[in-house]
């Protein structure tokens, strides 16, 4: 028997209209748990890296965390994987609502989708039934709509439902699976969908998932809960809004926007409106997102409701989250009203609501600039809001200038040329950010927006404050019940972070930044292996989830034994085997930079040595590389076997030889100086 997981995959051939149900391994789940850890595995065993993200080859993986519909509270995350056709790397986002417990229930833990169907089709597991069905009457429709007429038409009021809309189906690079009331968009994994004929998933599940010890789980999934409830009654002091509770950030709930339109940059990461926010705009937006904001909503077994429902006059009811409600609203440089309007409409063709604001406002500036002219943009109105609609239709349709700029901001520019690649300044591995402008270069940040493999800060920054506490009382406040650290030595980072005359007047030493970047980065991969969401573990400040409790937790559900150190060393191995499959692909040292604008004051040695630690703190080389000796380490020897096949390792030695053969041989002129 199986404990937590089910231990059944589904694999789907589309080219074949193939249906498997594969056992699964269980030393696999003890070397990487589950979710995105064992994603990885399957890719680097089985997509080698000469394939494209549009060859049939190209693998598709829907994952439940291992935890995922356990009692576990948050637990419900769904992990998407495959290879991106934006940044070309591995690609994989995370999705909450009900869809991966549902998988479970329905008794499986991967949907495994491989090859590409000759005509649109959805898939409908239901227990143990599982039909590719015909979808030709859903080309075209919206995602929302897709999954109400799907539901409709299997007669299943609570199947859940994973689909593309008109931009999957056109294969824009940054299209997204939308999923009720969250959504996997990141990356462009929509469009591999799409390119494999694959309208939606559907599933419905009434089976029991088993669990190794009860007892003790529910024990400890109360702990959670009442750790919940009293960070609810207890925000954290000195902080903004957004900082102070749990859950992904409260956007639906909140008004306070002051931190964000200052700090977050608008157009495509042009500038910052430092004196933008101010009781008059306040006061408007605050009435618009009460009349908009229908009500909050929660995923699948959470307290918090981190989602609102959405009614507009000129829109049907919809699902928003996060940082949607701004990101529109930021790139064309207008109100609360436009960005509730559009995120609605660009949710049901399905795109990112990160990197589609961005493109728009990088044509608008291109336009501004004389690059692009009414030549290129037929008929683009003078309105500022109705020319962000405009480029929307023409993305999602991949019509005229559309079938350019929905490439993304970094392929676009140098397919327009004429200087567009200068407006490229908010890109990372092709990959478009979140807009940010600030003051002086932060190490920290630096670190996780150069090196992060999910390419996406959101999904690997947390727990740290973003800005020291003024006062030394309101820092020891803060320290006195973190329990949540690793290790006490970074209580002292805090306690003396800001202090004249300190190690931590500003930020960390180098040293000091590795051992707190990867705190971070650990506790979003044990998250995505275990399907727990990031707003209750690795995103917030001082959240129920933690290195200390999440191994008890791991081992109750599972049965296996697994204590701080070996779940810390799971991660570290799921993060190492991701960034050689990125390795493997071509990604080097050269690749890892943030924009050069995020913040105003940069300090290339200092960042160079931030790499240098960083990658020494690791155990990869120099080219950011892992080191034989911590592939086998972390018992990753096939990997390490793999690059000395493809000799991997000797580009350097190759590159060193290269550069000294170049240099001018010394002559005896030279030597007597």
Known sequence: MRFAETGINLEIDLSRGSIEKEGTDPGLTELHLGGLGTNARMLWDRVPPE?????????????????????????????????????????????GGF??????????????IRGRSPELVYLWIH?????????SHLKGKGSLETAELIRQELKEPKAQVATIGLAGENRVYFASIEQGRSSASRGGIGAVMGDKGLKAIAVRGTKDINIAQPAEFF??????????????????????????????????SLHDEQWHTASFAWGNARERRKNFWNEEVEAKWKETQDKTVERLISCYNCPMKCGGIITHPKLERYMMKCYSKLTYTMAAMSDLDFGFRIAGLAQEYGVDGYTTPQVMAFA??????????????????????????????????????????????????RKIGKGAEAYDHN?????????????????????MWSTGEKINITQIEGQIPQA????????????????????????????NWGEPGTA??????????????????????????????????????????????????????????????????????????????????????????????????????????????????????????????????????????????????????????????????????????
């Open 51 to 95: 394939t494209k993200p549009f060859d049939p080859e190209n693998l598709l993986i829907f994952s439940a965390g291992i935890l995922a519909g356990t009692p576990a509270p948050g637990a419900n995350r769904t992990i998407v994987s495959t290879f991106s056709p934006q940044t070309l790397l591995m690609a994989y986002s995370i999705m």
């Open 99 to 112: 869809w991966a417990p549902e998988l479970k229930f329905a008794g499986y833990d991967k949907v495994v």
């Open 127 to 135: 227990n143990d039934k599982v039909e590719i069905r015909d979808a």
């Open 219 to 252: 024990e400890l999934c109360t702990e959670v809960l009442k750790y919940i409830q009293h960070r609810g009654e207890n925000p954290i002091k000195g902080v903004p809004p957004i900082l102070a509770g749990l859950g992904s950030p409260q956007e639906m």
């Open 364 to 413: 608008v500036e291109l336009y501004e600039a004389s690059i692009l002219t009414d030549q290129d943009m037929p008929g683009f109105p003078a309105d500022n809001e109705e020319r962000f609609f405009y480029l929307l239709e023409k993305i999602v349709r991949r019509e005229g200038i559309g079938d350019v700029l929905a490439d993304g901001v970094y392929w676009a520019a």
């Open 427 to 447: 890109t990372i591995k092709k990959h478009e950010q979140i807009p940010i402008k600030l003051g002086t270069l932060n190490p920290i940040y630096y670190l």
């Open 468 to 495: 020291p506490f003024p006062t030394k009382e309101e820092r020891e406040e803060f320290v006195k019940d973190w329990i949540q650290v690793p290790k006490e030595e970074i209580k002292d980072f805090v306690l």
């Open 504 to 673: 931590f007047p500003n930020f960390p030493t180098p040293e000091a930044t590795c051992e707190l970047v990867e705190w971070q980065e650990t506790m979003h991969y044990i998250d995505d292996a275990t399907g727990i969401c990031a707003g209750l573990s690795s995103f917030p400040i001082k959240p129920p989830y933690h290195i200390h409790n999440l191994p008890r937790l791991i081992s109750s559900a599972t049965g296996m034994d697994i204590d701080e150190a070996k779940l810390w060393q799971i991660a570290r191995r799921n993060r190492t085997l991701i960034r050689a499959i990125n390795v493997r692909r071509g990604m080097r040292r050269a690749d890892e930079k943030p924009p050069e604008d995020h913040w105003k004051r940069r300090f290339p040695e200092i960042e160079a040595k931030l790499l240098d630690e960083y990658y020494k703190f690791k155990g990869w080389n120099n080219e950011g590389i892992p080191t034989k000796e911590t592939l086998e380490e972390l018992g990753l020897d096939y990997v390490s076997q793999d690059f000395e096949q493809r000799g991997v390792y000797k580009e350097k030695k190759a590159k060193a030889a290269k550069s000294t053969k170049s240099q001018k041989p010394a002559t005896k002129r030279d030597s007597k100086k």
